[in-house]
């Protein structure tokens, strides 16, 4: 197939793929950019009756798995959020918030999936907000 018509075509399939996850469609990239995806993930660190994870036991996740999955880069950034619990009480906690950037592939997929399921089992978590958006991507 022409380079053209090839180019054109996974064009086609990353916007139809941008579409159907719900994400708004960027149109293009400017030049010298690529598409990719931004990730928000968002770590509370309340554990109900036990004390809440510790800084130390953060560092070691970020260096056994964080840093396994996602050598090329990340980055972490420390928060205090909210949340309303199922009985209605308002939670409020220390977070950490990772901020990675990637193809979207497979590979990709599964390393953010193995990550929550990972926090969740290791520090009895409820779960983990992912906060997913498309984006165009340069070093400058």
Same mark, same amino acid.
């Given at each position: ?8 075509? /996974? ?16 149109? &293009? ?8 995806? &931004? ?25 056994? /798995?964080?840093?396994? &999955? ?5 980055? /972490? ?59 165009? /991507?340069?070093?400058?």
């Amino acid at each position: 197939m022409h380079s053209t018509r090839m180019k054109n075509l /996974v064009a086609a399939l990353t916007m139809a793929a941008l579409t159907a996850c719900g994400n708004q469609a960027i149109q &293009h990239c400017q030049a010298g950019e690529s598409l990719q995806f &931004h990730d928000l993930l968002y770590f509370g660190t309340e554990r109900g009756e036990q004390r809440p994870v510790t800084d130390a036991e953060w560092a070691a996740f970020v260096q056994e /798995v964080l840093t396994v &999955h996602f050598p090329d880069g990340l980055t /972490v950034l420390s928060g205090t959020g909210q949340w309303t619990s199922g009985t209605g009480d308002i939670v409020r906690e220390r977070s950490h918030v990772l901020s990675l950037v990637h193809t979207g592939n497979t590979e990709s997929e599964a390393s953010i999936t193995t990550l929550i399921n990972t926090y969740k089992t290791r520090f009895d978590q409820e779960s983990v907000l992912r906060v997913r958006s498309a984006a165009c /991507v340069a070093f400058r």
